[in-house]
């Protein structure tokens, strides 16, 4: 490790032990599909300014391709899956860092805590034939994504140590490469990567529901020590 990078980590190392609250924390409810979240919360970061940070980890169940699309003649996807009897799956792994403004407002029970942050997504969803009515046994796609998020928290006491944690606000994320995975019936699986300025990234793209603009609403509770 060089010098810069070892003083980068000593600075990060030296605010967190400023911090005079942390909390850990677990919710559930809406990120365009349900799931849930495990995250830390680091408070009071910086003596005299109501500030925070939060680290977190997300599952959502997600719709992996869009049942609308046209696969050409008109037949639309959900159609040709529902006819084939196939299975489809789709799901969002989201890492976070949100840095919190905690807002004082006098007489309000509820800790509101406005935020902005990064985000990672995994996205990955397909399809599979259980009923062997085609000659491919699944199609996967992926895709990894930088987004930006904000939202405010809201905390309200139900012991010294324990809050109910409400969390609403909206991610927006950019598009990314998507890889395709063909596993046929008899022979080797293909994959192949298409990127944004590709001549074919913008029918892909319509097709697999990789998010963009995500809505958050879940509801949790922390841990304050």
Avoid: H
């Avoid at 990120?31 to 005299?48: H, K, N, P, R, S």
């Amino acid at each position: 490790m060089d010098k810069k990078r070892a003083l980068a980590v000593l600075v990060v190392f030296s605010a967190l032990g400023m911090a005079q609250k942390f909390s850990v924390e677990g919710g559930a409810g809406f990120y365009g599909g349900l799931g849930g979240q495990l995250a830390v919360v680091v408070e009071d970061l910086v003596q005299g300014l109501p500030l925070g940070v939060r680290l977190g980890v997300g599952f959502a169940q997600s719709d992996a391709l869009d049942d609308a699309y046209d696969l050409g003649g008109g037949t639309k996807w959900g159609d040709f899956k529902n006819t084939n009897q196939l299975s489809e799956w789709g799901q969002n792994i989201t890492l976070s860092a949100d840095v919190l403004y905690k807002v004082s407002v006098q007489g309000l029970p509820v800790e509101v805590a406005p935020y902005v942050g990064l985000r990672y997504n995994f996205f990955s969803g397909g399809y599979t034939d259980p009923q062997n009515n085609l000659p491919i046994k699944a199609e996967t796609a992926s895709s990894n994504q930088f987004g930006l998020g904000l939202g405010a928290r809201l905390a309200y006491p139900l012991a010294p140590n324990l809050r109910v944690v409400g969390d609403l606000g909206v991610d927006y994320f950019f598009k990314a490469c998507i890889e395709g995975r063909t596993e046929p019936d008899t022979g080797s699986p293909t994959s192949q990567t298409v990127c944004p300025g590709d001549t074919a990234y913008p029918n892909l793209d319509n097709f697999v529901t990789q998010p963009e603009w995500v809505l958050k609403l879940r509801l949790g509770l922390a841990y304050r020590f």
